[in-house]
């Protein structure tokens, strides 16, 4: 990330980075640490899902200053906060029901969003953290023409369904990840494949060798808030 994302942002002249950053930690949540590190590799926003409680020192970081944010559709009362707004742009955070957790209706807390938020920023980009793709569908699908950007995160593996949807929405199943390319989902293989033998629980290990960093690049009209492009853009790094 050091490496790579100062260069992308020169070559494709990138005005805001996103990072999904809940498994930076190891292989699993992130802390204020590893947190900093993303911002001075040139992330501007943090975003997060179902395993940002895993590293406990994070929980106060959250209701720092720092743009770092968790899933907007937690139970009240958690710390953090779902959204973050860098004018023109408010970025969302959501994670999904289906396979994930008990937790309450993404749908419904956008919908929420948007009647308690006004105004809002033209540009807005969630980061919806979730396991099926059907379920990441539905949702680009109802934010059609309402945001500018449904981008999933969470499985690790890029998907190839980048378009517009016809209300000028940018949609994307899952952006991928950045880790190990040689790995099971960022994961050393070997640990992986004596789990799925085994069955036995085990903590797994982060995967080493040549890097891959999974990304896409959103173009968005800062007037009217619609997409106007959206492309991966994954580059290798080897080590």
Known sequence: MRTLLPQLRQEQGVDLVIANGENAAGGIGITPDTAEELFDCGVDIITT?????HQKDIIPYLDGERPLIRPLNFPPGVPGRGYWVQEPVMVVNLVGRTFMGN??????????????LTPRPPVIIVDFHGEATAEKMALGWYLDGR???????????????TRILPRGTAFVSDIGMV??????????T??????????????????????VLNSVLVEVDEVSGYATAIARVDRELKV
């Open 147 to 161: 945001v500018s950007a449904v981008l999933g995160t969470h499985t690790h593996v890029g998907t190839v369904d």
């Open 49 to 53: 899902g179902n395993h940002v409680w």
């Open 190 to 211: 070997e640990a992986v494949i004596q789990r799925f033998l085994t069955m036995l629980p085990h903590r797994l290990s982060v995967g080493k060798g040549n890097l």
């Open 179 to 188: 880790g190990a390319a040689d790995s099971v989902i960022g994961d050393d």
């Open 103 to 116: 937790y309450d209706c993404p749908f419904r807390a956008m919908d929420q969003l948007f009647e308690e």
